[in-house]
Nanobody, 113 residues
């Protein structure tokens, strides 16, 4: 099983980034997919999730700014991040869940103020 996250980088406050997480080795369509993040010195937190059926949920801190989506044909989950703030700076991890957890390696997002 491999979850390959990409799309992180350095962006100015107010800018946008789109993260991608390509999955292999799992039946992607039956998995709930989630994005977590971990800022320096802080615990990992759930940012957004999408069920196998397409239902979504978001942390209050990103509602209205971030959008999670999935493309089952490409085995990929996305996180569109708009109106980025300095407090969004973190390593972002994708997670696949169905009777167990799989994690990607993380991609760093740095938002400069």
């Amino acid at each position: 099983v491999q979850l390959q996250a990409s799309g992180g980088g350095l962006v100015q406050a107010g800018g946008s980034l789109r993260l991608s997480c390509a999955a292999s080795g799992i039946s992607f369509s039956i998995y709930a997919m989630r994005w977590y993040r971990q800022a320096p010195g802080k615990q990992r937190e759930l940012v957004a999730g999408i069920s196998s059926g397409g239902s979504t949920n978001y942390a209050d801190s990103v509602k209205g700014r971030f959008t999670i989506s999935r493309d089952n044909a490409k085995n990929t989950v996305y996180l569109q991040m708009n109106s980025l703030k300095s407090e969004d700076t973190a390593v972002y991890y994708c997670n696949a869940w169905w009777r167990g957890d799989f994690w990607g390696q993380g991609t760093l997002v740095t938002v400069s103020s």
